[in-house]
């Protein structure tokens, strides 16, 4: 079949596509799908289809058509490129935009996009590093020794041998909750993983008494050119006194490791380089006086390595808060001694404040390259959510930076939770693209391929590791063939003499010659409160559930000659403070008429003063919706007139068959010290589906309209 891809305001341009796979990103090469086999131009051009320029009878460029070869198999993104004056180089620069096809007919299927020209640009990188889909091959089954929890995954290309990629990661052990080990395992294709010609795990816990004795967890590691060596860092933590410090490793060929035995970094004890117990350590990485580091993450660049760490400077209970640091340091290549050890001066250096939505600070961090852009991805603890089993929800966030001793950006989450009872349904845990072993982003059919570990909600522990694929989306075009062909048979109805495009045309030809004659359906619908005409009143026109008018009545409480055609449509009406109703009327060529009354909405008064009821109605597509929970948190400490501490009070009401809940709350005015401010949240089947915050005591009604 055919895309026909309309660029709007450009022309002449040089387009090329390729197609790549939802489930993995991989990509069709004219045969069948599969990995790209390197990062360049060249190799890659079997990859790429070219765009046909489409011309209207002027020769005036009008779009450009992309034929999608057979033996494609949907859903697949099209990526689409521009050269736009410039050599195409197959970089992270490049920021491509994508359609994606649901449907194979063997027709031709029209796909608008406002404009198919990419933007060059090495910092906005648009959606593909914030916008992330799972795939359908979550969870992976990684090697663990006890079957237990695989976790915190960083992937790498590999060109070593058959195998193309190489991950590093921690198999969590539940019971007991210690020796968490870094292991090792290689992949052909990036779903399944073998530990095959590897030693797990690669750096085993230390014995008695040793700064690792209980678990080295959060590992990372990259890849030196000039020192011909992968470095790898993680953190510790011993038994007594119970500190966490951070060490470092080495290996000539990323399997076999080995601990750094060279001279003493900060005054610590070799492999140990950063502790808050070495000689230049700072207060902020103490926690309840001891060294408490987590979370380390290392890049090599122009002859320095940068370990990123966390640390706790506050009460783990707020959400596991930790700020983050920098030290950076050289190491010589003929010695192999760490040299130039230095903490950043402004450390911390990334300290996320807390807000209405999360505690402070994040932690399991993940920090790559592309183009002039660094991003690190951490994981945030979330307010408000806290599971059963007493986990705290977590997800992905991005930070980004032109300088790596700089100032970092956030830009916000980038990966949630999975619904309720999925195998990531309450935590987001490490989030880390696919890199080459330099750690700089690789893209796999234009998107980015990140593995990320998720947590389930319940009893115990259970961790796995999934992939997420980030697409850079100008357009989401979804498209399905029952959408298609309903549309197609409600147009070919409509336009029959009588149907209801014919007769919106009949009525313009009426009109334009001054008659109100034959083909016009006039009618009038009044809505009023039994007596009263009620002004303001939504009513929304369904036909086979289609919606087909909707309209507002005027000050009278009337609509007129607001729908055409011979049909009987389900009305929907509803304002504010009133009971909604429904009903059904038959237009027809006579005149018609009809009369809705509406019975108003009572408020519970409040059981004692300082308190007031404040109802919630909750409504989708004009009907009421029944069940929702509705609850109103409020934040910070507050003090009542009374004397009364008032802190994260939240009350909670489900709706009933009117869509309406009430909660009683302590007005604004009794408030004496606080700012009496409400977090306020609906949710539907256990799914939060809108939020807010605001002063709502003093108000009566909280309105809540479309929110599925």
Request: aromatic share 10%.
């Amino acid at each position: 079949m055919a895309s026909e891809f309309l660029a709007i305001g450009t022309t002449g341009l040089t387009l090329t596509a390729h197609f790549f796979r939802l489930s993995d990103g991989q990509v069709w090469n004219g045969t069948t799908y599969a990995e790209p086999s390197s990062v360049n131009a060249a190799t890659l051009a079997g990859y790429r289809t070219a765009l046909t320029e489409v011309q209207d009878s002027a020769g005036n460029c009008v779009g450009y058509e992309l034929a999608i070869p057979a033996g494609i198999v949907v859903p697949v993104h099209v990526a689409v490129y521009s050269a736009g004056g410039t050599t195409e180089t197959w970089s992270g620069e490049y920021d491509p935009q994508i359609a994606q096809i649901l449907e194979d007919t063997g027709t031709t299927l029209v796909t608008h996009l406002t404009a198919v020209q990419r933007q060059i640009s090495n910092e906005s990188h648009r959606g593909r590093w914030r916008s992330f889909v799972k795939s359908g091959s979550n969870p992976l089954a990684f090697p663990t020794s006890t079957g237990d929890n695989p976790c915190n995954p960083h992937v790498f290309r590999w060109t070593s041998g058959a195998y193309s990629y190489i991950a590093l990661y921690t198999p969590y052990v539940d019971t007991p909750a210690l020796y968490e080990q870094p292991f090792i395992a290689r992949s052909t294709d990036g779903i399944t993983w073998v530990e095959t010609g590897v030693t797990n795990p690669i750096v085993p816990v230390g014995g008695a008494g040793s700064w690792n004795e209980i678990y080295t967890i959060d590992p990372d590691m990259v890849y030196s050119a000039d020192h011909s060596k992968w470095f790898m860092v993680a953190a510790g933590n011993a038994v007594t006194p119970s500190e966490a410090m951070i060490g470092l490793w080495s290996s000539t060929d990323g399997l076999t490791w080995t601990a750094y035995s060279g001279s003493a970094v900060d005054g610590n004890t070799a492999p140990v380089i950063i502790s808050a117990n070495g000689t230049t350590g700072q207060a902020w990485e103490f926690y309840l006086g001891l060294s408490m580091l987590r979370c380390p993450t290392i890049f090599y660049e122009s002859g320095t390595f940068y370990v990123y760490y966390c640390a706790y400077n506050v009460a783990p209970a707020a959400g596991d808060a930790m700020s983050i640091g920098l030290v950076t340091f050289t190491v010589n290549v003929s010695t192999g001694n760490v040299e130039n050890f230095a903490r950043n001066a402004v450390n911390p250096l990334i300290v996320l404040p807390e807000d209405e939505e999360y505690y402070p600070g994040g932690s399991h961090i993940s920090i790559c390259k592309s183009g002039s852009t660094y991003f690190m991805y951490i994981s945030r603890a979330r307010k408000h959510l806290t599971y059963a089993s007493g986990a705290t929800n977590r997800v992905a966030c991005l930070l980004t930076a032109t300088s790596l001793t700089g100032t970092w950006t956030y830009r916000g989450p980038v990966l949630d939770v999975g619904e309720p009872g999925e195998w990531d349904s309450a935590q987001i845990h490490l989030f880390s693209p696919v890199t080459l072993q330099t750690k700089i982003v690789e893209l796999q059919g234009g998107a980015i391929k990140a593995y990320y570990s998720g947590r389930k909600d319940g009893a115990g522990v259970s961790m796995d590791i999934g992939i997420a694929n980030g697409y850079a989306m100008a357009t989401d075009v979804n498209i399905t063939t029952d959408a298609i062909l309903a549309d197609t048979a409600e147009l070919q109805t409509d336009w029959t003499n009588g149907g209801r495009l014919d007769l919106i045309l009949d009525a313009t030809l009426v009109a334009a010659a001054g008659s109100s004659g034959e083909g016009s359906y006039t009618g009038t619908l009044t809505v009023n409160n039994g007596s009263t005409g009620l002004e303001g009143v939504v009513v929304n026109a369904r036909r086979g559930g289609v919606l087909k008018a909707t309209g507002s009545t005027n000050a009278s409480g009337q609509i007129t000659d607001w729908v055409f055609g011979a049909y009987t449509y389900d009305l929907a009406v509803r304002l504010d403070g009133y009971q909604p109703e429904t009903d059904t009327i038959t237009v027809s060529a006579s005149a018609w008429t009809k009369t809705i009354s509406l019975t108003q909405l009572s408020i519970t008064a409040p059981s004692a003063p300082g308190l007031c009821t404040v109802q919630f109605r909750v409504y989708q597509a004009g009907t009421a919706v029944a069940g929702a929970v509705c609850t109103a948190k409020l934040m910070g400490l507050n003090q009542a007139s009374d004397g009364t501490i008032l802190s994260n009070q939240e009350v909670s009401d489900t709706t009933d068959s009117l869509g309406v809940a009430e909660l009683e709350l302590v007005q604004v005015g009794s408030i004496v010290k606080g700012n009496g401010v409400y977090r306020i949240s609906v949710e539907i089947d256990g799914k939060p589906v809108a939020g807010t915050k605001t002063t709502i005591p003093n108000q009566s009604t909280i309105l809540f309209e479309d929110i599925l």
